[in-house]
């Protein structure tokens, strides 16, 4: 099903919740909130392997999902989606079931990447959902391949000074390996974030969505302010909505007046080391990487 | 041996209070010991941590089960945590709470204290982070280690002004177990 | 320093990075995306001569499980802390020994420490014996998750001077990668030559325990504190003895003052250096007692204890040797209290009664009413 456009609006959103009652996160989490929207997309005729990350201690417990749930390693679910998916088909139980994949940055670019790239190389049908909190959080906030240049981390104590990129790009390098469907989200776009879970699990083959998921303590701002930061990482240009379908690169949400970066950095304390250059480098960064996208 | 048992959340800075109280007391020139214990990582789960202080080497390394005091720096906790297990007949139990001792659901025969450690940290240091002043708090209870010590710890722990700060609050906290001023 | 974070080894790395950030340490930092990425950076460094180091727990040390081989096998004077935390599944952040002794054949020696001191002490002794040319071997050294990885109390932390008089900086006396005199790591014998590498790492590790001895000898000198393979207390004249690795080692130590107290001739041996396991040193300290309870903090799942069968090979030979019991406990974080240690040396003393039990393995302080709900009979 290519070009497919799937239509999604507030009202058009089920009532039901897919998950338990109840948080056993932080107070505030973005990944528990963009948790509960991909649940709510996905409905219960989804089966979610995870691997090790907040959204294990968060989801396992209170709010946890109403469809089935494996939680095995930290590196391994690009690779035990691949079991679950042959082994599905193996029984001739595929059809109708959403396989999809939550994990954590850690999971997925870093230890997670030799199975996830495995995995979708080998074209299995999947959703792999990477929730960003733009470090490892869950083990006290060291840093991941994703951590933003200039935050300071416990193992980036002056910042994350990586050569040569703002962080790694995912969905860049997803969409390399040739599937039908990869793309950004974030939170504080809700129905796009929606849209973009149907339209993947639709597609028969490897599908990837990048959702960027604030984590206050780690990212240092109010426990409240999630959605706020979320926003504003798009406004600024920090995180672009796009999605590449077949090859073809679309933003899906348009900033007309893009705002400084340095709004964004200010209004968390993990950018709290950065110098006058340091900034300008990243506003190079973000500029270059909009100029792409003609924002 | 004197054993202290904490009770709290997580990001309140409950650890910290033990290691402080722990610290304080190697600086009077005894041993001590500080162990926490949680089960999940995330924000807002119960903390506990485990003191104990002695004139000789401590050796032990497992949970109180029978402690001397417990303090309780969150009183919220006490919804999902029972604080008062394993008390002795003179434990004494320390809860930061504006509530009068009958309110707190601790039973009659509990040796009781209350501290409106949030309200003195507002005045203080500004912020509804109780830790350090309970610790001014437990010492007004029972001076397990010198109040000079405990303000060289936080010295030691804080950098200015927040330390100050700190020290004030726990004085004053100190004064209102003490019925002093 | 190659390092992945995991609870409860964080705070080690964290630490280590604070120092090296602000210039206290002067070393390099990776921060590898996987634990098998740290011990395989490790291997890379030190295969060029670098001192190199890394910690981890569960999971992490057992994701770099092949790595290990590597660091053996290549002989190189790798030192890793690890903070023993029990494996998955289920999944636990809390102690037990499972992850460390599931990696006690890969040819690393491996110590246990009861406390923050030994813990500090051991890192200092582990560098200097690894680098011993007649050792060469890596050295994993292990504190329990929590009760000492997060457990804070009074600590003598030498000065620079004091450390780098008994560790000076490195000089490999090993063959390195290096541009004036070329070698290949990594080469494949095959069979003429495959068994006399193993023959050579088995000897060394052997003898390794020799040099461990010369090496806390040498501590003692320099810093007062004298360290033993096996750690004795109230062993001369103890009918009974308690045998174990680890923190719970210091709960003994206070239950058996406090038997002491009660007159019961009770005593521990502590076992400080796994492998090589001082199999002479035990035999000694516990072949005199009638009989000796063995504290798994770790199973063999189906067969029993791992630390047991290392404690029977110990007292095989004696001619009078005392009955053996085996209890598991502590497992994933389960505290070990004063009280779980008299269970230990009640159910003992029941043993030494009645003649060896219906039982292999105790397990003293499994939940039975968790068990009785699950339908699983003790």
């Given at each position: 099903m290519n070009n497919m456009s799937v239509s999604v609006t507030l009202k058009g959103l089920p009532d039901e919740e897919v998950i338990a009652p109840g948080r056993s996160g932080c107070p505030g989490c973005g990944a528990v909130i963009a948790a509960r929207i991909i649940s709510k997309a996905l409905g219960r005729n989804t089966i979610m392997v995870n691997s090790t990350g907040c959204m294990t201690v968060n989801y396992a417990y209170s709010g946890a999902p109403l469809f089935p749930f494996i939680h095995g390693l930290f590196e391994n679910a690009g690779s035990i989606l691949s079991g679950v998916d042959y082994g599905l088909r193996a029984l001739g139980l595929r059809e109708g079931v959403n396989l999809v994949a939550l994990s954590g940055d850690g999971g997925t670019a870093d230890i997670g990447f030799q199975s996830l790239s495995g995995a979708v190389e080998r074209g299995h049908r999947f959703l792999y959902i990477c929730y960003d909190?733009?470090?490892?959080?869950?083990?006290?906030i060291q840093r991941s391949g994703t951590t933003p240049y200039g935050a300071v981390t416990t193992t980036s104590p002056t910042g994350e000074r990586?050569?040569?990129?703002?962080?790694?790009d995912m969905v860049k390098i997803m969409a390399a390996h040739g599937i039908p469907y990869a793309a950004t989200a974030t939170i504080a776009y809700p129905l796009d974030l929606v849209r973009k879970v149907k339209k993947a699990v639709a597609i028969d083959g490897p599908t990837y969505i990048h959702v960027l998921s604030p984590c206050w303590a780690g990212w240092g701002f109010s426990e409240n302010l999630s959605v706020k930061i979320s926003k504003l990482a798009v406004l600024t240009g920090m995180w672009i909505l796009y999605e590449v379908e077949n090859g073809t690169v679309r933003p899906t949400v348009k900033i007309t007046q893009r705002k400084p970066v340095e709004e964004y950095l200010k209004a968390q304390s993990r950018f709290s080391q950065l110098t006058k250059p340091d900034i300008d480098r990243i506003q190079q960064f973000v500029d270059s990487k909009c100029k792409e996208f003609g924002i | 041996m004197l054993e202290v048992r904490f009770h709290g959340f997580s990001g309140e800075g409950v650890v910290t209070a033990a290691d402080l109280l722990a610290g304080a007391a190697v600086l009077d020139g005894k041993w001590s010991q500080s162990l926490p214990y949680f089960t999940t990582e995330r924000r807002g789960s119960p903390v506990i941590s485990f003191v104990r202080i002695d004139d000789s080497p401590i050796w032990v390394k497992s949970f109180?089960?029978?402690?001397?005091l417990i303090v309780v720096t969150n009183s919220s906790v006490m919804k999902f945590v029972k604080v008062a297990e394993g008390t002795k007949e003179n434990s004494r139990i320390l809860v930061n709470t504006p509530k009068p001792v009958n309110e707190l659901g601790l039973g009659t025969s509990m040796h009781v204290d209350t501290i409106d450690a949030n309200r003195i940290a507002s005045e203080?240091?500004?912020?509804?982070?109780a830790n350090v002043i309970m610790l001014g708090a437990l010492l007004g209870v029972e001076e397990v280690v010198s109040f000079k010590s405990l303000k060289e710890a936080v010295s030691q722990e804080f950098p200015e002004p927040l330390a100050s700060k700190n020290v004030a609050g726990m004085q004053m906290a100190y004064n209102a177990i003490r019925r002093i001023g | 320093m190659a390092a992945y974070p995991i609870t409860p080894q964080t705070e080690i790395v964290e630490t280590l990075y604070k120092s090296i950030s602000s210039g206290e340490l002067k070393a390099y930092a990776i921060p590898v995306e996987s634990e098998h990425s740290a011990m395989s950076a490790c291997v890379g460094a030190s295969a060029v001569g670098a001192r190199a180091f890394t910690a981890s727990s569960s999971q992490g040390l057992a994701l770099m499980h092949e790595c290990l081989f590597l660091a053996s096998g290549f002989r190189l004077p790798i030192v890793m802390a690890v903070a023993n935390r029990a494996l998955s599944q289920p999944v636990s952040i809390m102690c037990d020994h499972g992850d460390s002794l599931a990696q006690r054949d890969t040819g690393w020696l491996q110590f246990y420490v009861e406390n923050c001191q030994e813990a500090l002490d051991t890192i200092l002794i582990a560098y200097r014996v690894a680098e011993d040319e007649r050792v060469l071997l890596p050295v994993m050294v292990c504190l329990d998750g929590f009760f000492l990885s997060h457990l804070s109390e009074p600590v003598e932390i030498p000065t620079s001077a004091e450390a780098e008089a008994f560790l000076p900086p490195p000089d490999p006396h090993y063959p390195t990668l290096n541009l004036k005199k070329p070698i290949i790591l990594g080469a494949m014998p095959y069979p003429p030559y495959h068994n006399e590498f193993q023959y050579d790492k088995h000897v060394c590790l052997e003898y390794a325990g020799t040099v461990v001895r010369e090496v806390f000898d040498r501590f003692a000198k320099d810093f007062g504190r004298k360290y033993n393979p096996v750690e004795p207390y109230q062993t001369d004249d103890a009918e009974l003895i308690i045998v174990g690795m680890g923190s719970m080692m210091g709960t003994v130590r206070h239950a058996v003052n406090q038997m002491r107290r009660a007159g019961k001739k009770v005593g521990l041996a502590r076992i400080k250096m796994y492998r090589p396991f001082p199999y002479g040193e035990l035999a000694e300290v516990a072949g005199k007692s009638d009989i000796v309870a063995v504290l798994d903090r770790d199973v063999s799942p189906g067969t029993g204890g791992i630390l047991y069968p290392d404690v029977l090979r110990s007292l095989y030979?004696?001619?009078?040797r005392p009955k053996v019991v085996n209890f598991v406990l502590g497992?994933?974080?389960r505290d070990i209290s004063p009280l779980t240690v008299e269970k230990v040396v009640s159910e003992t003393r029941r043993v030494k009664k009645t003649g060896l039990s219906e039982k292999e393995t105790f397990w003293p302080d499994a939940n039975i009413n968790t068990l009785k709900a699950w339908g699983i009979s003790e």
């Open positions: 909190n733009e470090g490892y959080m869950n083990t006290g990586r050569p040569m990129q703002l962080r790694k | 109180i089960q029978n402690p001397d203080t240091i500004k912020k509804p982070i | 030979a004696l001619s009078d497992l994933g974080g």
